[in-house]
């Protein structure tokens, strides 16, 4: 069965600072990974996806991740994090096609990201 | 405009009550799902609907009853609530299962019920 696990439950950083959210994933063959977020009172937005091809990825809002499958990770990554990034992360992976997991993602428990001015 | 909207926020009720959560989307999307938050915060889905018709149906209790009276609706009833019912319950939608595969899967603010 997939799973992901996101140790970090929270995270604080200043803002400007470089930003680093782990994502470890459970999966029996190449996984599609993503990664959204949560804005209070908001529903989840992807930031970004990996499915095949190059290990780094990029999304919205100035984020990129990177694939390591040696690793089983995924890890969001920011180079300067602005005020307006406060939410909660969260990473997921998605069911192959033709499986029984097609279209449902397994999450992560998720990251709550505090910024300080 | 909302594109996936649910109602109500928040909802406070006592054990062994009936309560419905309602969910709407404006995308035009033919799927939509439930998801449950648990204490934990791992989110965990429940249920799908494509086209009206059940697709995904996960291990729930039975005193869930998902019911989609159009493919914009997909609402959640909820009998005899007990307290390990107490979550954050988001609903969902895209186009398609394969729309979730590639990640377009449009969620709702949540739902936000605790069982007294």
């Known amino acids: 069965a997939q799973s992901v696990t996101q140790p970090d439950i929270h995270i604080t950083v200043s803002e400007g600072a470089s930003l680093e959210l782990r994502c470890n994933y459970s999966y029996g063959a190449t996984p599609y990974l993503f990664w959204y977020v949560q804005s209070p009172g908001q529903g989840l937005q992807l930031l970004l996806k990996?499915?095949?091809?190059?290990?780094l990825v990029q999304g919205i809002k100035g984020f990129e991740a990177e694939f390591k499958r040696s690793q089983s990770s995924f890890n969001l990554r920011k180079p300067s994090v602005h005020w307006s990034d406060a939410a909660e992360y969260f990473c997921a992976v998605g069911g192959r096609a033709g499986g029984t997991s097609y279209g449902k993602l397994t999450f992560g428990q998720g990251t709550i990201l505090t910024v300080h001015p | 405009d909302t594109a996936v909207s649910q109602t109500p926020k928040y909802l406070v009720t006592q054990m062994g009550n009936d309560k419905s959560i309602k969910c709407e989307q404006n995308l035009g999307h033919d799927t939509m799902y439930w998801y449950k938050q648990d204490s934990k915060k791992f989110l965990k889905i429940m249920f799908s609907?494509?086209?009206?018709?059940?697709?995904i149906n996960e291990t729930v209790p039975n005193r869930f009853s998902p019911k989609s009276p159009d493919k914009a609706h997909l609402n959640l009833h909820i009998n005899s609530l007990e307290l390990g019912d107490s979550a954050v319950y988001f609903c969902?939608?895209?186009?398609?299962?394969?729309?979730?595969?590639?990640?377009?899967?449009?969620f709702g603010p949540g739902t936000r019920l605790t069982v007294t």
């Open positions: 990996y499915f095949s091809g190059d290990t």
């Open positions: 969902a939608s895209s186009q398609g299962l394969a729309g979730a595969f590639f990640g377009e899967q449009y």
């Open positions: 609907y494509n086209n009206k018709e059940l697709i």
